[in-house]
Each structure stands twice: as C-alpha cells, then as structure tokens.
C-alpha cells in the first residue's frame, strides 16, 4: 500500500524548547531519514542535513473563511519535497512562537496535492512551564496552540514548584482534554511521545481515548463540623453571586475517601432542582438547596442538632468568597476539616474542552443536522473534535475527528457484546456547553 | 507487482524513443534547433538527449545542492538557465553542457526563471523577489520585495514581466524599472499563464478556482466549482483557448466573443487521475496533457473548446511534463520515474 509521509507540527512560545527537542529527536532517531522545515530562526542551529527554512506565509482565500485558510508555505516546500520522497520518510515542521497551528492543521486536509501524498501525524506544543500562566493571558496564538496539540510538552518543569505544575495541568487539561500532558526538563521526553501519535488517524482514536482524569464538581468548597446539640445559624456576608448552592451532608467523615465519597453523592443532589431558601429558612440535609443572597449585609440560615454529629457543607464558593460562618450562640464554630474542589470553570479561559459521554444510540439524521449546523455556525471556534458515536444499525463505532469545518467520519472497531456509547470531545473558544450537551442528547434515541 | 509496461503508443503518437535518468525528472525542453532534448531531475542531475535516437550527448550530477527547482531554455536554443534549493542560477552552454555563468540572487530557493521573448533577459524569482539579468549574468534590475513568496513569473510584453504571488499580480516595465499595472485578488494564486498577445492573465488559484483579468479592460472574472487546485494552465497560440487542470478532467474555457464568463467550457475526458501538466502545440488547435497516473494524451479541439483525442501513450507514472518539439513533429514526457519518452506525432501510415 502507498504510505502516506507523516509529518509533526511542533509549535510553542519562544524560548519553549523546540529547537532542543527538535535537536533530540534528530539525534536519537538515527533510523529515520527525517526532513526538517523551519520556520523560526532560533539561535540554536540545527544538527541535520535536511533543512529547509521557509518564512511562515497564511493564505486566507478569497471567502474570507478562516477554516480555509492554509500555509503557502507548507505546500510549497512540501510540494518540492514530495517529489523526492525516496530521501526522507518523516518531516518535523517547527513554527514560529506567534503561529497560529489552524492554518498549518488545515494545510494537510485543504490543499489535495498535499493530502495525498502527507498525513499529519501530530501537534506537538511546547510548553515554558514558568511562563505560560502569562502568555495565556496576553496571547490567543498561546491559547490556541494549547488547545489544537495532541501532546503538551510542559517544559522546564524543573524550574517551577510541584504545586504550580499541579494547577498548571489542571488549567491545560480543562482546556484541552484530549491532549496527553508530559513534563519534561530541557525538552528530555522519549521520542515516541511525539512522533507517530497517529493522532488523526480514525483508527487510532478508539484507543487513544480522551481521558476524563479529574472530575469538575459543581461547587468548590467542603467544611465538615463537629457540632453539640443546639441550634446553629449559617450567615455569609456580601459575596460575588446573588444566589449560592449548597447541600448540607449529615455524618460526613473528615478522611478524604469519605469527602470524595460524599462528593458524588452531592454531584447528583447538584443536578436535582434546587429548593431556594430565603434568609432565615431552615437547611434541610440531604437536598440541593439555592440560598438568596441578593440582600445586603449578613444573611443568615438555621439548623437544629438533636444529637452530637459531624456535618459536612458542599458549597458552591469557597466560605471565604462570602466569609461564611457556622454559629452558635453568638460563637464561631470552626471546621474540623476544610477541602477545595477542582470545581468547573475554574479559570475562566476563553479556550476550553466540552466532553459529552452518553450511553445508548443516536438518530444519524438528526447528529449528522446538528453537527452540520454546529460546524457550519461555529466552526471558526471549534479547533478540534474527536469521538465516537453509535448508531443503532451500525455494527460498528463510527469514529470522527475534525478541524475547524473539515469533518472526517468513518466505521471503526466493532462493538460486539459492550455496552452502545458515545463520546465526543470538542476544543474551542468561548463554547455554548450547555447547549451543545442539550443538542446532543437530542440526538439520542 | 507484476511489472508494469508502458502501452505502445496510439493514433498519431507513435513509437520514437525512452531513456531513463537518475531521479524524478523534473523540467525538459529542446535546445539548438530542436535537435536535442534536456532534462533535469529533482536530484540535480542534468542529462541532453540526441532528439531524433535517444542517444546521450552529456550528462551532469548534482548540479544544484539540495536539489533542481527550475529549468529554462532561452529561446534560440543554444545555452539555458537552471536553478536550484542551493539559491544559485546557472547559465550554461547547450552543446558543451558547460557553465558560462553562475548567479546568487539572494538567500532562499529559486524556483522560477523565464527567458524574454528576444532572450535578452533572464526574469529570476527567488523568494519574494524577481531579479532581472543579462544573459552574461549581470543584474539589471531587482523589484521591489513582494509580500509573499513569488509563484510565477511570466513576460507579458519584450519589455514587460508578469509576476504572481498571494493577493496579486504585477506588471513591471523593465525598461523603466517601475511596477506598470497591479492586479489585486484575496487569494494564493499558485500558478499563472498569459495570452501569447498578454491581454489576458489567467491564475490558477489555493481555493480551487481560476481567476483571470483582461487587461484592457480591466474586467476579471472568476471561473470556480474546480475539484482540486488548478495549478495546470495553457494558453493556445491565438489567445482563444485556455486549458486547466485541476481534476480528471480538462476544462477548456473559450475566450472569443463575450466567453468565457456566463459560457460552457470544453471538457475533454479520459485521463483516469487528475492531470498534471497541460502544453498546446506551437500551431494549430492541439493540446497535449499528461496525468498522475502515467497517461498521455494529445486532443484536437473543435471551435467549441471540446475535443477529440489524436492519441494517447502511457508511462505508468506522475507525467511531470510534456514538451512539443518546436516544430511539432515529437512530443517528449518526462515522468516521476526518471522516465524520458519521445513520439513522433504524424499522421499514420
């Protein structure tokens, strides 16, 4: 069979590492004859005889559609290059700090001379682990690079606190869920981390599946108390929200398998319809309770203990947002035991990742109108899109991925004897989550 | 696989010759007066053929490091330019297959030359720039930088070249050194052509479409609905006809009276994978095409712009170009192979 040339785009801020990890994979991988275009012109050299440099050039087209816009640059030096195939089976594109990896992505799925001869094998993006908090305020091209890569190299991670790194994975991973993240010191990581990913493969999805690591809770903060009998009230002050969830959990242990435990159990109170309370109302346990905020000053809500207990509160903000205070007698109680969640959102990036999964079956009609909608209307902001689906008669998992407008569908693995599901998994910006879930369990039959 | 033979040529193609060279064979043309063919390889390798046998007069190696990107002929035949991934041109000498003179324009590659028509200049486009030499390799004139990556070149008028890139085509008076006319479009053009009069340029476009302007007039239009990039473009000798690539099919647009806007093209069908390189012949209404999948074709076309074929050969693999012999009695391809094949083109019998 004629085997296409795989090709990895590796993208990432200035000073990110590339050209180190370019340098790397160029001196381990003496079996591949791998060509080499660059569009930065670093200070560091490359080691190789196959280089090409190429000044970085997008061509919009005359639509005005971003999604096909593409890298003048990439097919024509790609296109020279294809006609010595013989000499290389591998190319490394490495682009500019600023470059957008959209164009570049599409390249491979737009131009059919390109398509036919190159496979894109994967998006690599480096990360400045000490730096990127900032370039993802101040850049979209930052973001984007995030939100596009299969891989995120989070570099010089020597250099940065073990706790940084933990909330820095957090933040990449809620915006690209799809994206294996790697630490790695001056750009150290083993080459098959990087190179034949297949990761636009369809067959390949399946078993690279997106990995739903830690979940999102739907409120923040835990406080477990252990309270005498009496009568206690809750009072919070001022806060950012006129109204806050909370489920009050009676018996709640302080061990951490215990919160955890309770924390599904209030993930599913959550989603139950929320009994409001105005100040002065009793909390009941057990129930999904919304507490009016809206009035200024302090606030206050009651309970009774009957007999001595632990009682957990899973609130929707941290007690400090609204200096929140369990009360006894004119006494502040204080907890025995405080926890903060990885709740959702929690920073607010435009650029961020919706994973549906559903079991069952969904109505092929009916997907393939909202997704041809769904693209259509917001394709300039859905970077990528992965999954699989089921269909009712279709023995098999059809698998998909896309970029930007382009859609690429086909039957994959059978199901045999598992349980129909689907998965899907979009990354872009300033995505309607609630909505696209909401269209998508329409979908179901 | 079961090795796979070249077909025996059909109709008025017939059996001439075929030799073999190192790498992918890139660019050929006839030099002297159509007595000899030249033909480079993407490695750099450089080989002249006896027209008529086939016979090798010389060969080179590795002329440009990294690779040949372009190979012209100037128009009397007897020395030609070649240019390559190294940034160098070369002028040689046709018989001899010596260099007379060796050019570094800049840093980038050169991947576009073109001989004025008396053969006076040599147009030379490396990366944003078109530089303009004597035949002795003196530069004369360097445009002003283009803000993209040149992707054709083409001289409209002796003293007139055409120059593409990504949103435009421009005109420059190389006699006045001055940009003459801007033709403006949001949009990669990859490949362009000119009437033989220079009226009409034509443009191959990323987005799968072929836009052309009248210059005269200024009228543009836009011809789109192609499957694949229309890189391949020819115009025919009386400016009437102009033949595109860009899928299996040849669509040829008519430009006599109001066409071709608002008109049917010519569709000529029968290469089974998308065409690759399209030449009209020096006279008359016939048009040679070649395709991915080795076939060769050559059609006569009815004042329509449809056509019938005259005959057919095969390569079995990528056509990188055809090229009729000046006076059109061979038609020579050359393909990703190496494969160099010449048919006397006549009539049978």
């Given at each position: 069979m004629y085997q296409k040339i795989p090709v990895t785009i590796l993208t990432g801020?200035?000073?990110?590492?590339k050209t180190t990890l370019l340098n790397k994979i160029l001196s381990e991988e003496h079996g591949k004859r791998i060509a080499v275009i660059e569009n930065e012109y670093g200070e560091v050299g490359i080691d190789q005889g196959l280089v090409i440099n190429a000044d970085e050039e997008v061509f919009e087209m005359s639509n005005g559609c971003i999604c096909c816009t593409v890298r003048g640059d990439l097919i024509r030096v790609l296109g020279n290059l294809m006609k010595r195939r013989d000499k290389f089976d591998y190319v490394l594109v490495e682009t500019t700090g600023?470059?957008?990896?959209g164009p570049v992505a599409q390249t491979f799925f737009m131009d059919d001379e390109i398509r036919d001869e190159f496979t894109l094998d994967g998006i690599v993006t480096l990360i400045d682990a000490a730096h990127i908090d900032q370039q993802l305020e101040r850049s979209n091209e930052s973001s984007e690079q995030v939100a596009f890569a299969d891989v995120l190299i989070l570099n010089?991670?020597?250099?940065?606190?073990e706790q940084s790194l933990v909330k820095l994975e957090s933040r990449l991973r809620d915006m690209n869920t799809m994206a294996r993240v790697v630490r790695s010191t001056q750009a150290e990581v083993p080459v098959e981390t990087v190179l034949?990913?297949?990761?636009?493969?369809l067959d390949q999805i399946l078993e690279r599946r997106p990995t739903f690591l830690e979940p999102e809770y739907p409120f923040e903060w835990t406080g477990v108390y252990q309270l005498d009998p009496g009568n206690y009230q809750m009072t919070l002050e001022d806060g950012p929200d006129p109204e806050m969830s909370l489920v009050a959990i009676p018996?709640?242990?302080?061990d951490e398998d215990a919160l955890k435990q309770s924390a599904e159990q209030c993930v599913r109170l959550f989603a139950q319809a929320a009994q409001s309370l105005k100040p002065g109302d009793s909390i009941a346990a057990n129930q999904h309770l919304s507490l009016e905020?809206?009035?200024?000053g302090a606030k206050s809500f009651l309970f009774d203990v009957k007999n001595e207990e632990t009682i957990g509160f899973y609130a929707q903000h941290t007690a400090e947002e609204f200096d929140l205070k369990i009360i006894k007698a004119g006494q502040a109680v204080s907890p025995i035991k405080e926890r903060v969640w990885v709740a959702e959102?929690?920073?607010?990036?435009?650029v961020g990742s919706i994973a549906i999964e559903r079991q069952g079956n969904v109505d092929p009609e009916k997907l393939n109108q909202w997704i041809g909608t769904l693209l259509a209307e917001k394709g300039v902001d859905i970077f990528r899109t992965k999954g699989f689906i089921s269909y009712k008669?279709?023995?098999r998992r059809v698998v998909f991925q896309g970029v930007h407008m382009f859609f690429t569908a086909k039957p994959g693995q059978e199901w045999g004897d598992a349980p129909r599901c689907n998965q899907l998994v979009f990354i872009g910006r300033n995505l309607d989550e609630a909505q696209m879930r909401k269209d998508f369990d329409e979908c179901l039959i | 696989m079961p090795d796979l033979k070249t077909f025996a040529p059909q109709g008025m193609l017939h059996e001439g010759w075929t030799a073999q060279v190192d790498?992918?064979?890139?660019a050929c043309g006839w030099t002297g007066n159509g007595d000899n063919l030249l033909v480079g390889d993407v490695a750099g390798g450089l080989s002249l053929f006896d027209?008529?046998?086939?016979?090798?007069i010389w060969a080179k190696n590795n002329i440009h490091q990294g690779g040949l990107l372009a190979l012209a002929i100037h128009p009397k035949g007897d020395r030609f330019a070649t240019s390559g991934q190294d940034g160098c041109v070369l002028i040689w000498?046709?018989?001899?297959?010596?260099?007379?003179h060796s050019i570094k324009p800049?840093?980038?590659?050169?991947?576009h030359l073109a001989w004025s028509g008396s053969g006076d200049m040599l147009a030379v486009a490396a990366s944003k720039n078109v530089h303009i030499y004597h035949p002795?390799?003196?530069?004369q004139w360097c445009t002003e930088?283009?803000?993209?990556?040149?992707s054709s070149i083409a001289w409209s008028k002796p003293d007139e070249l055409a120059s593409a890139c990504y949103g435009k085509v421009s005109f420059f008076d190389t006699a006045r050194q001055q940009v003459s006319q801007e033709l403006k479009w949001q949009?990669?053009?990859?490949s362009m052509v000119l009437s033989p009069g220079g009226d009409i340029v034509a443009c191959g476009s990323q987005d799968n479409s072929v836009h052309f302007w009248r210059r005269s007039t200024g009228k543009d239009a836009e011809m789109t609905g192609y499957p694949?990039?229309?890189s391949q473009l020819a115009f025919d000798q009386s400016g009437q006809f102009l033949a595109t690539g860009g899928s299996d099919q040849i669509i040829v647009w008519n430009?006599?009276?109001?066409?071709?806007?608002g008109s049917l093209p010519g569709q000529l069908v029968?290469?089974?994978?998308?065409?690759?390189t399209l030449a009209f012949a020096h006279e008359g209404r016939i048009l040679a095409s070649g395709a991915r999948d080795g076939s060769v074709f050559v059609w006569l076309l009815d004042h329509n712009g449809d056509g019938n074929p005259l005959g057919g050969a095969f390569t079995a693999e990528k056509i990188s170009a055809v090229c009729w012999k000046p006076d059109d009695t061979a038609l020579a391809a050359i393909d990703s192979n190496g494969r160099v094949s010449v048919w006397p083109f006549k009539i049978r019998g």
């Open positions: 801020y200035l000073g990110s590492g600023l470059a957008d990896p010089k991670s020597d250099l940065v606190p034949n990913l297949s990761a636009f493969d018996g709640q242990k302080a905020l809206e009035s200024k959102h929690e920073h607010d990036d435009e008669n279709e023995s | 790498d992918y064979a890139l027209g008529k046998t086939g016979a090798l000498d046709s018989q001899q297959g010596e260099i007379l800049g840093r980038g590659w050169v991947e002795d390799g003196v530069e930088e283009h803000p993209s990556t040149v949009g990669s053009l990859v694949g990039k229309p430009f006599q009276g109001d066409g071709p806007e029968l290469h089974p994978e998308p065409v690759s």
